[in-house]
């Protein structure tokens, strides 16, 4: 019934990143070393230098030139593919092998459908998504309900929705832990001053899943409170991402940034992955190579960071088109990142890493 592969030539124009104070005043195209966080622009070695010797710029952070090349982020435009031309607020994604295909699945918060290969109708708001690798389903929360849906994509793209599930606790994001011993879906909860319990406290709700999907038991229930800097802090989580060794859980919180939680460790100054750069952090995900993506939604950036938290740099701002990034998604086998943002046009954007 439709298009089997979403990812099409539809590329922009390509440029790289020449330092910027040769290229404006001796119209040279000088190679970048160096990259300004504050300033916003690329230098060479001598310039960096230059930059670095007035006392007003000394305290901005210079990283490596990470801002990918426009030449690897493309737009997706996802008109015609969906039923209306309504604007899309992408909340998460999800890659999926279906057959021979692999498929991207989006959740369009606003519009409370699935769009791309197939579009289906949900009961309520969709917002996060993660691949259930052992029973090959995706799963979605519905956002702040105890709603769990449970989907199929088949090899020719269609998904449905396989299976309904009540947790007890309101979902927002959502996470797949395969183990050896038992699968787990990590679900974030609580929090929102503005939620419908405004007393209920942000939560990480470990589910066991069962080997045909149908069993699904809360099995760990973690609250926490943040004191940093003798300021107690509540934890409000939009979305959560597993790292590699599968020990830490890294996730977004509404005004703290990244929190890493290391196994019962609790939450100190070195869990948070505080940015000046990243403001709002939504979506995260963590690459095959342990580093850290996240949206900043009030920055309009996505940001970089080791694992340990340290900042590598921006890689995708306005000056890709980036809106409102709400969601992202690494698809370690296409290579690809994907960025949804919010009340946006019918498009979202995905960067070849
Ligand atoms: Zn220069
Ligand atoms: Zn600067």
Known sequence: MATPTIFDNDSDVCRNYPCSPCLKNDKKEQESTKYCM????????????????FTQFRDHVITKPTIVSKDLVYRKDLKGVRKNDKKLDAMGFC???????????????????FDLVS???????????CE?????????????TTKLLLLDVSSDGNATIKQEIEVPFACRGIT???????DCLVIVSGGDPSGRDKNEKGKIDIYSIDASGADVKLVQVREELITLDNTTHQLFPRNVAINNAKDSILITGAQLGVIKMKGKQSI???SVFNSKFAKTTRGICVNDKDEVFVTGLATKNVLKFASDGTLIGEIVNESHGLVIPLSLHYDNVRN???????RHDCSFLYVNL
């Open 38 to 53: 504050d300033c916003k622009e690329h230098f060479c070695t001598t310039c960096e230098q230059a930059h670095g010797r």
């Open 268 to 270: 100190t100054k070195s």
């Open 336 to 342: 690809l990142l994907l960025i949804g943002s919010a």
């Open 176 to 182: 797949y832990v395969p183990q050896e011993f038992v």
């Open 132 to 144: 259930i690798t052992s029973i090959s389903a995706v799963a979605v929360t519905i956002s702040n």
């Open 119 to 129: 579009t289906i109708g949900m009961p309520g708001h969709p917002y996060a998504l």
């Open 95 to 113: 890659c999926i092998t279906s057959g021979e295909t692999r498929y991207t699945l989006l959740s369009d918060y606003q519009n409370d459908q």
